[in-house]
Every structure is written in C-alpha cells, then in structure tokens.
C-alpha cells in the first residue's frame, strides 16, 4: 500500500533523513521506533506531504504521491494524526471532529461518521460539547485519532500517540490502536514506546540518525542484541515511563 524508497528530506542544509526506505501492506501495523531526534516525524511528515523530500520516492497504492500537496494526500486516504495531538482546544469536542470531515459534502455521511467515532469512543459522546483543552491527555489523543478517522483513511499516520501520557493511559492507547488494527485500519506508528510498540506491531523498523538501522517482527527485533541494548536493555524507556507517571 505504501512504498518508501530511498527517502532523504533535509530541513535547510541539515540532512535528517538518510535514505529511509519502508513498506507497509494493506491491513498492517508498522512501527517506526527509535531515539528523540532520530527522524521519526520528519518521515511522517514527509510521507504526508507537509515537507519534500530531495530524493527518493513515495508510492501508495502505485501512484507517486512524494511531490503531491498534503491536502491531495489526505484527500488520495492518508491521514496524520500528529505529535503531541494538535487538537483544537477552544472547539469542543464534536467541533473538532467536524474539523475532521471537513472534505464530507453530505450531511448524512458526516453524521454517520461522527456516530461511528462515539461508537468506537463512548467517552468522546459523553464530552461532546465539552471544549477539547479540558479533555485529559489520553481523552485528547482519542479525539485526535477520532478526527484522523472521520476521512476513513486508508492508511492512518500515528505520532508517538503515547507521549506524555501516564502509564496506565498508556497501555490504554496501545490498546485502543491494537483494537483499530484488527477493525481493519492500516496504521504506521511511529514511538518511542518500544516495548509496547512492537508487541501490537506486525512489523517494526529502528531508525537512527535518519538511517533504518534494523528492522523485522516483534520476535526478530528482540533477538537483537543491539536493540535490547540500545533500546530495552537499559531500561531507558521504563524511566522516561516512570518519570511521566510521577
Ligand atoms: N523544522 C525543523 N527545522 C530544522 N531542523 C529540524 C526541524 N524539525 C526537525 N529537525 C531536525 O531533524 C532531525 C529529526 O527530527 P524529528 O523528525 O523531529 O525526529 P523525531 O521525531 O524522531 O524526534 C532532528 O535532528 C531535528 O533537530
Ligand atoms: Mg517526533
């Protein structure tokens, strides 16, 4: 469904992306992980058109979509849900979500749609009218995903959803995306998070310094010795873990 290849995206003269290639087939969950800084965003944020790359190409569904506008990817099934959420907290709840179908021209559909996303998050009817800044943090990211929705993306784009969450909101975004995975949503995750990343994902890619550095299932990453030093080993993400709930 979505083919990078060769992927290289510099901001000014500052290289962050070196050559990044990545597949993700349809019904997928892809995990892109790796360190603060290591070009996690940036791939999503080329991917969705928000910046060019200077080589490289971008396919999904066999068209080239790497020199195309962000408003025609969307609009072509790609949707990016963003760091740190980006919702709007002045709007309520339901305001944001009709941000989100703002391509819909029918009534019906848009209403429809929004049904679905209470259905799928009964707290977000409860909240409707509520303005979105008074949500909770894992609330929020809930709307975000919410609104991400609204288009029925074919491919849903997942910023490190678990950031500045605590760890018991944690496990439940994990949960909440594991569960949008087997209703049928392709989604590439992009996290920090890698021992919860990799135990939902189908497949994982590790990126340093915007460079794949690995890649493979939960079970082939594991047996790396080099990511469980890097990455598990030191317990790093447990205290960054610890640091957020306290
Ligand atoms: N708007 C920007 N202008 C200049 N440099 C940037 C910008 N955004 C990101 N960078 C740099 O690009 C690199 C990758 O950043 P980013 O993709 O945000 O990493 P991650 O999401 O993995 O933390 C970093 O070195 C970062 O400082
Ligand atoms: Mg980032």
């Known amino acids: 469904m979505l083919k990078v290849v060769g ?9 962050a992306l070196h050559g990044v290639s990545l597949e993700v087939k349809e019904g997928q969950l892809v995990t892109i992980l790796g360190a603060n800084g290591a070009g996690k965003t940036t791939i999503l944020k080329t991917i969705s058109g928000l910046v060019e790359p200077e080589n490289g190409t971008i396919h999904f569904n066999d068209i080239r979509i790497d020199r195309k506008d962000p408003e ?6 790609i949707s990016h849900v963003p760091e740190w959420r980006r919702i709007f907290p002045e709007l309520t709840v339901y305001e944001n979500l009709l941000m989100g179908g703002f391509l819909i021209k029918e009534k019906d559909l848009l209403r429809d ?5 209470y259905r799928h998050f009964p707290v977000l009817r409860q909240r409707q009218k509520q303005r979105a800044g008074t949500l909770s943090g894992g609330e929020q990211q809930m709307l975000a995903i919410s609104r991400a929705l609204m288009l029925k993306p ?6 490190e959803p678990s950031l500045g969450l605590s760890p018991l909101l944690v496990q439940d975004i994990f949960a909440t995306i594991k569960e949008l995975h087997r209703s049928g949503v392709t989604i590439l995750l992009v996290e920090q998070n890698v021992n919860h990343a990799l135990k939902i994902a189908d497949y994982g890619y590790v990126l340093t ?7 493979g299932t939960y079970e082939d990453l594991l ?7 890097q990455y598990l080993g030191e317990g790093k993400y447990t205290r960054r873990a610890d ?3 306290g």
């Open 7 to 15: 992927v290289e995206t510099y901001y000014g003269k500052v290289k």
């Open 154 to 159: 074919q491919l849903l784009l997942l910023d």
């Open 243 to 245: 640091l957020w709930g």
């Open 113 to 117: 749609r929004m049904e679905e996303a």
């Open 72 to 77: 025609d990817i969307v609009a072509m099934g």
């Open 223 to 229: 047996d790396e010795e080099k990511v469980r030093e």
């Open 209 to 215: 310094t915007g460079k794949i550095f690995l890649s």
